[in-house]
């Protein structure tokens, strides 16, 4: 059994680590990445308070959808990061901060 994911599919663009560790993946978010992770995160609580009006549980709401937000956006900017270094998504800044 190959335990290597990325055996499956070529990537399409220049790999920079085949197989990027978390800080090095965490390290790369880029501006979008976080514009992304907030914007789900800040969505996640306006929905959690208003789902939480008509039971009276606004702020457990919130919070509970905040936390689900956040760990989903963070998710979604770990993927696009890994991606763009393993070369599956455009990584043009990444081919030229690594690959001096």
């Known amino acids: 059994m190959n ?8 990537p399409e663009y220049p790999v ?3 197989n990027p560790p978390f800080t090095k993946t965490v390290s ?3 501006t979008l990445d ?3 992770l907030s914007t789900i995160t ?3 609580v306006v929905v ?3 789902s939480g009006i008509k039971p009276g ?8 959808g905040g ?8 998710m979604y900017a770990y993927q696009n990061s890994a991606g763009r270094l393993m070369g599956f998504f455009p990584n043009e800044g990444e081919v030229a901060l690594y690959k001096k």
């Open 57 to 64: 549980i606004k702020g457990p709401s919130m919070v509970t």
């Open 34 to 36: 976080y514009l992304r």
């Open 16 to 18: 920079v680590d085949r």
């Open 28 to 30: 790369n978010f880029n």
């Open 67 to 74: 936390l689900i937000g956040l760990l989903g956006g963070f």
């Open 48 to 50: 959690g308070y208003l």
């Open 42 to 44: 800040g969505v996640s």
């Open 3 to 10: 335990p290597d994911i990325t055996a499956s599919v070529k």
